[in-house]
């Protein structure tokens, strides 16, 4: 039976942020791309992706000390047509591409109205949001969409195709934000092994077996199934169309996953962002006037059962305050790893027997 809360370990918001950042500085990143790493990393905990948060820290440092990931990458602009560009990551962290594609698409959208900045020779790089959301909070809309490693059959299909290939969409911020960041599957990956390991069960819809026919036991899935059927794989095609397809990079089959990939060499995973200026089409104050009206229309909308109605972005804002002032929890095997990390480093980590929400 599952409860609100359990036992077991946390970390406190600035104990997390100072420990994925010198966890990065040992790995020989530079001191202020640590702390964004890190930032992002936290941020991402805090508001309840815990798939895309402190729990990829571990894999990032492997990546890091195998060489698949460069410590000190020189990501450079290869193609410059004043609002398109390509950026080469050499190989650096996905989070510090993605964070230089949307420092130029900001900048550039300042100037043109819309910007569009694709990413090649990049590594994982997280929560898309972490991306739309560095451009919301500048007034700009921003969309991210990023390849990834092949963990869903296609529509019909028997064997992993695509990769969980997410969409994010983010404008406005506080109370008035709007944060879609969602996958083209059902669930990603690690929510599965997040589940295989507490021996329970999947949600209806989720996965398939090596036959390709729907399973709830998550020690027989072996690929996630398209959201919303074919509806779902046709996303998951667009995003490989941005993601790879426009950026140069090899298809979502061709990916080696998180921490599989080749030692030295990068992952070749791309990305794409997008940012528009809403001064650029019918103006700042009349989009905020209407992101308003679409936020308070929906949220305002009368639910089924007492239930509320929510908007894209409200359950992580909620998560956001409460772990805040609870600490974010962790996985028994992500407390373990930075338990360990903390102790190498002889700085504070999590806290273990705590009673902490789930979610």
Known sequence: MTTDSWTGAMIEESTARTLAAAA???ADVPGTNARR???ALVDTSLRGIDTHGLRLLPQYLDELASGVAKAKADITVVQDRGAGLLLDADGALGVLAGLAAAGYAAERAAS??????GVRASNHFGAAS????RLAREGLIGLAVTSAASRVAPFNGVEPLFGTNPISVAAGGDEREFVLDMATSQVC?????QRRSEGRGLDPGWATDVNGRPTEDAGEATALSPLGGYKGQGLAMAVTLLGAVLTGMPPDWRLSQVGEGTPGRPRQVGHFVLALDPAAFTGE?????GLGELLDTVREAPGSAGTAVLAPGDPQRAHELRRRATGIPLDGRTAELLAACAERLEIPGPVTGQEVPRR
């Not at 972490?130 to 959301?133: F, K, L, P, W």
């Not at 990956?189 to 092994?193: D, N, P, V």
């Not at 104050?285 to 006037?289: G, K, L, P, S, Y």
């Open 189 to 193: 990956f690690g929510e599965i092994k």
């Open 130 to 133: 972490v991306y739309t959301r």
């Open 37 to 39: 790493v890190a930032d």
């Open 112 to 117: 043109f109205g819309v910007a569009a900045v």
């Open 24 to 26: 990065l500085i040992a």
């Open 285 to 289: 104050e009349q989009f905020t006037a």
